[in-house]
């Protein structure tokens, strides 16, 4: 593991963030504040997933006490609208037909959060996704219910094996945390 010079808390329940932290050879706890995740309705989509991340880090400004938060919110853009978590398998059927045969942008916001300062970045990938059958969407939904994933999929799912032939960028800012942009801010506090 990493040495770092703060104790790393990782504000996500998302078991894909914890493993990318964990694989990329940081130890760190978790904990997790509920936040509200609206946002202006004039902010533009490429400052949401920003807004949202340093919105669940302030959630601990007040207890830092020598800790380094880290959080992130990953956000599905086609056609200039936001796809959020699917609220039910309508929903997902919905959002997996919209994504079928076109390609879309996947936003990655982070913040990293300490006494002295706050550091947040977004990273982009454009995702390229196959003409989807209604048959292979019923069976993702069914076996892998997608209902807290951004735009209803998983990268590292059934539907990403089958459904993406390409991207541009990061799969893992694709899959909610781009790894390589955090170990670089991390690393300032490598001891």
């Known amino acids: 593991m990493l040495n770092l010079k703060y104790p790393l808390l990782l504000a996500s329940n ?8 964990r ?3 940081f130890s760190f706890t978790v904990k997790v504040k509920p936040t509200e995740e609206d946002y202006p309705e004039t902010m ?3 400052e949401v997933p920003v807004y949202l991340a ?21 956000i599905v853009v086609i056609d200039g609208e936001i796809l959020n978590k699917p609220a039910d398998a309508e929903e997902a059927n919905l959002m997996l037909h919209k994504l079928s045969g076109r390609q879309h942008q996947v936003m990655t916001g982070v913040c990293i ?10 990273d982009i990938a454009n995702v390229f996704f196959k003409e989807l059958t209604q048959e292979e969407i019923n069976y993702y939904i069914d076996t ?8 209803s999929y998983g990268v590292q799912d059934f539907i990403g094996m089958v459904g993406i032939p390409r991207m541009e960028g990061s799969y893992f800012t694709v899959m909610g945390l781009p790894v390589h942009k955090v ?4 690393k300032k506090y490598i001891l």
């Open 14 to 21: 998302s078991p894909r963030r914890q493993q990318l932290l």
């Open 23 to 25: 694989d990329a050879g």
């Open 183 to 186: 170990y670089e801010e991390l």
């Open 54 to 74: 340093r919105k669940k880090a302030e959630a601990f400004r007040d207890e830092l006490n020598g800790q380094i938060v880290l959080t992130a919110d990953t």
């Open 144 to 151: 892998c219910k997608p209902f807290d994933k951004a735009g």
């Open 44 to 46: 533009s989509a490429i």
């Open 113 to 122: 959060m300490t006494d002295e300062r706050t550091e947040t970045f977004v």
